[in-house]
């Protein structure tokens, strides 16, 4: 399949992962675009500044608002209408997810990172796997000291959500939290960040944790199929992330905890057996408090309940696969808490 330069999405779906040889183009403006597989492509200005930005988007197939996102982006890049001031790789990381219109096909891909790949032979095992090694040589071929790196990878959520935008901060090991980083969400409209308190294997802490890199899963809205979305709402963070792309030095306001509301993960339930309930609607939206003791999911005969007040909850799924994540439990807590830097 020849490739279409002017339309990154159509060819990645039209492309079999693996199955593309390395193509390089250099724009008028100098900025040089590669190619390096379906779906993956870095562009670079000829003196990149200090930042390596990641922006991933279709680790779940059907989430197609970020698609169309990372799909305006390389065609703005390709035009040359975005100017990136730094380095910066886009990954549509599912291909065959998006062409199918579901989540996933046999694996859910965000749950293969940090190794676990290796676990499996499916298509998304493998891509995962490739996804990795993009990503790992994406920043090792960086040149130049202090270099800044940033990974956002794109999202939309199943249910309604109390914050339509918010963004899961993967877990740090103790490490602090980062005043700008805060800062460059809300500036991106993002309402809410949820701590997370243990590592996964989602694509956000692998780049966090093997990377040091700036990672984020940014939730952007609800899941629709593609040309349901009302891209005003994206607005924000589309702008936000284009001023990441195409400023050098992109000034933020001081981080101001009145503007985001700051989430603990107090509890992960998996999913343990077949028989497995959650007691609620589906139109419950993710952050929805329940009052304490209210039985919130059978799970064969354990019962699964609110032990303390004022939790919620988030990313409820009673369909997840045997020992997958079905529930996170999260509880406000005041930015005051935080350690930041
Ligand atoms: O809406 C849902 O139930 C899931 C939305 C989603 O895909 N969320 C990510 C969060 C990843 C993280 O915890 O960093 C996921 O479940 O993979
Ligand atoms: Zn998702």
Known sequence: ???????????????????????????????????????????????????????????????????????????????????????????????????????????????????????????????????????????DEATGTKRQRFHYDLHTAIRDSMHEKFAVHPFTHGKPYKKNELSFLNH??????????????????????????????????????????DMSRFASADKGLRELINQHDLQLPEFDANQLKIYEVTRVIDRQHEDFQLHFPTDVANFTPFEQGYVLATDGETEHCIETAGERIVFPNAKVKIGQRALLLVAEIPASRLKLV
């Open 188 to 229: 991106c409209g993002i309402e809410a960040v949820l701590l997370s308190q243990s590592a996964t294997t989602t694509f956000s802490y692998f780049s966090a944790e093997q990377f040091e890199a700036n990672a984020f899963t940014v939730e952007l809205g609800k899941v629709k199929p593609f040309g349901e979305n």
């Open 1 to 139: 399949m020849e490739l279409e330069w002017s339309d990154f999405l159509k060819w990645t779906r039209e492309t079999q992962p693996g199955s593309v040889s390395e193509q390089t183009l250099t724009l008028e403006n100098e900025v040089t675009v590669e190619i390096w597989d379906s779906g993956v492509m870095v562009a670079h200005p000829p003196k990149p500044g200090s930042k390596d930005i990641i922006l991933s988007c279709a680790v779940h197939g059907d989430e197609t608002a970020p698609i169309e996102m990372v799909r305006d982006i390389a065609h703005d890049i390709i035009a040359g209408d975005l100017v990136p001031a730094h380095r910066v790789m886009l990954l549509i990381a599912n291909p065959d997810a998006i062409n199918n219109g579901t989540r996933f096909v046999d694996e859910n891909m965000n749950r293969l990172f940090s190794g676990a790949h290796a676990n499996g032979n499916t298509a998304e095992h493998k891509r995962a796997q490739k996804l990795e090694y993009y990503v790992q040589r994406f920043y």
